[in-house]
């Protein structure tokens, strides 16, 4: 089927000849291109080819490469694209200026009205006007350069809704805060800047104005760039042109400080009037307002025996009577010199507004009154007139109570200072002399200081006065405590030298609501220095104190450190027998290593308790039988075990050729080798090794010189730390080591330990390589008693209250103790101690009895028939009644068995003084806890008489 075309190829026929008919009719040249990226060419007329210097259409085409964008300079394409875009969304079309390329490669700056439409087949377009307006541009860029000379914004704008700019000088830019081109795409409307309000009502000022001039004027705001309101004040003239446009010449100022000015003169103004109407209504104020400029008073209220004015007097004539009032003719002479009516006004010009008076001052029937007389000046915004509003107080009840405290204040301190923290300022309320080192009488408060601080201070005086006269710490300190004091050293000037006074001061709140602090000072540099007199005799006797106490608390601080070591072995061991239930073997295992490890820590807290000692700083070597197999069989228990935890491989290795037993302090050397191999394990990373090593280098006839080597391939210690690493509280790196914890005693009490059994202890290391520690200890051979005796002779240190052969004996001949039937009182307040004498008494066939403090222990015994208990067992430290009070009751009691029952202290409290206070008491026997169980059934059956051995 054909398809008949001729009536649309006829439309297209019509269109194009309209189309020529207009361009031809159009002045200027005129193109269009297609809505899409880059303008397709649509069409050119002959008068735009000729504007472009081009022969043809198709030459124009092909040098543009279809696109009308090319034709356009690459640095307005932007400026076109956003203000062509932004035009035709709000009306239809555009106007807007830029250059075109000709075909030579120069250029012209058109002026291009642009609409949007469709083609013949109804596909979007833009149409354009394009005048060439070359020589008008160049000569603008003449006029702008000329404007930009011009201090302030000249621009040209039509006389259009949006006052659109045409062109304008830097300034305006500069005022608004965008560039050009940033301007250009809001469109180049003043509009866009203009404050909304003003805008509304700018047009219909405009025009009022036009009525009787070309001339305009107009104050209105502007919004710039980064938000802020700026007013200006702008003039502009209407001109029109050839053209028949009619176009605003302007030129503006910014006034926005004179208007925040303006704005501020009337708050103020206003603000005073509502304070004038408030004190109005005060009896206590006498007041008034007076027009300096026209020289009349407004206003004025007062009481009748103070009046120095009246309404309509002038200003010249009340500041005359005010004057005439003070008692005082010089300080009356400085009121009218002060308040003189051309001076005031001067004064309000340079930004002087306000006066305040203090004096003594007649009233009209002769009587006196202390004044305190204040005068604010204000411009009424609207007449512009200068005003005076003054107000009078009575003060007189006031400055009768300041001259008191003065008077008071003279007897103890040199300056009283009022602060007002909130506003930084400060009043001297009294001083003695106005001295160089005293504040100003007022003032900001801190800047003061400084001063003081900066003339009259040393360097650490200087920065307690300030850190302690600062606001916050003021608020902090007075928060809590009310009030605070501080002394420190001051430099007076004393003629062409300085003497150094010692200063206390005193900080107090006066008004907490108000923030106003009190703050005195007072020389107490004699106090000091007698008191500094006194320190001094005191200064030898504290000495000798401290020098007494030096060893006992360097003792427990070291024992504080050594405690930690067994007490890890028995957690340790004791969450493994925990987890071993039903494993026997595993059980005993573990309760062999905490009776070890206990035995250690108590041995640790025996020294502790060996106070009189402690004093006189001499510590005390035993002298007993070290099993050498058991003693490094206990150590290892303990170090195992901390390896185990860290993951690190420790080994021990010992010479064949070592006896079986040594004479020696078992448990200093068990505390010296168990700290340095604590050590080694603690500074040697997962996966590290550490080693003990034990053999004889030396050997004599009754004795070998041991030498124990612990190694490691730990952390290492440095070879400037190795000169001081044996002095107490010692650590190589707190940054580095501080998950390692310690407080730097252990090897400083193992270095001492060693050196008294005459022993030598050294240190050999290599950062991050490891450590080795060597300690020479000289043991002898164990032997008979007469070895003992003759070694003590020979000067060794003995002290066991028990040897340690004793004890084996004691062990090894352990009787097996029958109680049955017997009755016993256990008395003890904590239940976990109860429950374990209960099981261990029993155990032997005790039958017993509990009470939980002295006061049940009496009302049992006394409830019981005579001989009923054979013994009781008394805590000490209970509540209710203590050990001590509830023995010496039941001895006084009246029946036979009170005296005769043995009553055994069963106690932590173990110093001699404590023992001596159990047997005062009337107690047969103190055992000290932990007891050991063979112990206390030993010393129950020695005091029942010796019952209680099984046959």
Request: hydrophobic letters at 35%; a negative charge; proline letters at 2%.
């Given at each position: ?106 250029y012209i700056w058109v002026h291009d009205l642009g609409r949007k ?579 004889s280098v030396e050997k004599s006839e009754d004795a070998d010189r ?45 270095k001492n330990i060693v050196d008294m059994m005459g022993g030598k ?191």
């Amino acid at each position: 089927m054909k398809i008949d075309n001729s009536s649309g190829n006829v439309a297209k026929s019509i269109m194009k000849q309209r189309q020529e008919i207009l361009n031809d009719s159009v002045a200027g040249g005129m193109m269009g291109g297609y809505i899409a990226e880059g303008f397709p060419f649509y069409f050119i007329n002959k008068r735009m080819l000729e504007y472009l210097g081009y022969e043809s259409e198709e030459e124009f085409v092909k040098d543009i490469d279809g696109l009308i964008s090319n034709c356009i300079h690459p640095d307005d394409r932007g400026i076109v694209d956003k203000a062509a875009d932004l035009q035709i969304k709000e009306k239809g079309e555009y106007v807007v200026e830029y250059r075109m390329k000709k075909k030579d490669g120069s250029y012209i700056w058109v002026h291009d009205l642009g609409r949007k439409m469709e083609d013949e087949e109804g596909r979007p377009v833009i149409t354009s006007a394009c005048m060439d307006i070359t020589k008008r541009h160049k000569i603008q860029e003449e006029a702008e350069r000329l404007w930009n000379t011009i201090p302030g914004a000249v621009f040209r704008c039509r006389f259009d809704e949006d006052f659109s700019v045409l062109n304008a000088n830097d300034g305006l830019f500069e005022f608004l805060g965008y560039t050009r081109e940033e301007f250009a795409a809001m469109g180049n409307k003043m509009s866009s800047v203009i404050y909304p309000d003003d805008l509304e009502t700018m047009t219909d000022k405009l025009l009022q104005q036009l009525k009787h001039s070309s001339n305009i004027y107009n104050e209105n705001r502007l919004i710039c760039k980064d938000g802020t309101v700026k007013w200006i004040f702008i003039k502009g003239q209407l001109v029109t042109e050839s053209d028949g446009q009619q176009y605003f010449y302007c030129v503006f100022v910014d006034i926005t400080e004179s208007k925040e000015m303006q704005e501020r003169t009337k708050e103020l103004y206003e603000k005073e009037l509502a304070y004038f109407s408030e004190t109005s209504s005060s009896k206590e104020c006498i007041q008034g307002r007076i027009n300096v400029t026209r020289n009349r008073v407004e206003n004025y209220m007062f009481a009748s025996q103070a009046s120095v004015a009246r309404v309509g007097d002038a200003y010249d004539q009340v500041v005359f009577n005010l004057a005439e009032a003070a008692v005082d003719r010089e300080y009356g002479k400085k009121i009218a010199a002060t308040l003189k009516r051309q001076k005031v006004l001067e004064d309000y010009a340079r930004g002087e507004t306000s006066y305040r008076f203090e004096f003594l001052r007649r009233r009209n029937d002769g009587s006196l009154f202390w004044s305190n007389t204040n005068l604010r000046t204000y411009m009424n915004p609207e007449t512009k007139d200068i005003i005076v509003f003054f107000y009078t107080f009575d003060i007189t009840e006031q400055k009768v109570q300041l001259k008191l405290l003065e008077q008071l204040s003279d007897l103890d301190y040199d300056v009283i200072t009022e602060v007002d923290i909130v506003n930084d300022v400060h009043r001297l309320v009294t001083y003695k002399g106005q001295g160089p080192n005293t504040l100003p009488y007022s003032g900001k408060f801190q800047a003061a200081i400084r001063v003081v601080a900066d003339n009259f201070m040393d360097e650490e005086n200087y920065a307690e006065y300030l850190a302690k006269l600062d606001f916050d710490y003021m608020k902090e300190r007075l928060e809590k405590e009310g009030s605070y004091t501080f002394i420190l050293e001051m430099q007076g000037r004393d003629g062409s030298s300085y003497i150094k006074n010692i200063k206390k001061f005193q900080v107090f709140y006066i008004d907490e609501d108000l923030g106003r602090v009190g703050v005195t000072r007072t020389d107490v540099t004699d106090v000091v220095h007698k008191e500094q007199k006194q320190n001094e005799a005191l200064a030898a006797a504290l000495l000798a104190a401290q020098q007494a106490s030096t060893a006992k608390s360097e003792f427990l601080s070291r024992m504080s450190h050594e405690i930690r070591t067994p007490m890890n072995a028995i957690l340790g061991m004791s969450t493994i027998a925990e987890q071993s239930v039903g494993d026997d073997e595993q059980v005993t295992d573990c309760i062999a290593k905490i009776k070890a490890s206990s035995e250690f820590l108590l041995s640790l807290i025996n020294d502790i308790l060996d106070m009189s000692r402690i004093e006189s700083g001499k510590m005390l070597l035993k002298y007993e039988p070290i099993h050498l197999k058991e003693f490094l069989e206990g150590i290892n228990d303990i170090c195992s075990a901390q390896a185990a935890t860290k993951n690190v491989d420790y080994r021990w290795e010992i010479s064949s050729d070592l006896e079986e037993r040594y004479l020696g302090d078992a448990i200093k050397l068990k505390q010296v080798l168990v700290n340095v191999l604590s050590n080694a394990i603690k500074f040697t990373d997962e996966g590290g090794h550490v080693l003990l090593n034990v053999s004889s280098v030396e050997k004599s006839e009754d004795a070998d010189r041991l030498r124990f080597v612990v190694s490691d391939t730990g952390r290492g210690i440095s070879e400037e730390f190795l000169s001081r690493i044996f002095e107490p509280f010692s650590q190589e790196s707190t940054g580095n080591n501080s998950s390692y914890g310690g407080s730097g005693l252990g090897l400083a009490i193992s270095k001492n330990i060693v050196d008294m059994m005459g022993g030598k202890m050294s240190v050999r290391s290599k950062k991050d390589t490891g450590s080795e520690f060597t300690i020479d200890i000289r043991l002898e051979f164990a032997g008979d008693e007469k070895r003992i005796r003759d070694d003590k002779k020979a000067g060794v240190d003995v002290f066991s209250t028990r040897t340690m052969q004793s004890r084996m004996q004691v062990s090894s001949t352990e009787e097996d103790y029958d109680f049955t039937g017997r009755r016993l009182l256990l008395v003890d307040d904590n239940e976990l101690n109860t429950e374990v004498a209960r099981a261990l008494l029993e155990s032997k066939g005790f039958l017993v009895d509990a009470a939980g403090n002295g006061f049940e222990a009496i009302e049992k015994f006394r409830e019981s028939r005579e001989g009923y208990y054979q013994a009781i067992l008394m805590d000490i430290r209970m509540p209710v009644m203590d050990g001590h009070e509830a023995t010496m009751k039941i001895r006084k009691m009246d029946r036979k068995d009170a005296l005769k029952v043995p009553i055994i202290a069963m106690t932590a409290n173990a110093f001699e003084s404590d023992i001596e206070k159990s047997k005062t008491a009337g107690m047969d026997a103190h055992l000290a806890k932990p007891i050991g169980p063979e112990e206390m059934y030993k010393t129950l059956s020695e005091l029942m008489g010796g019952k209680g051995r099984a046959e």
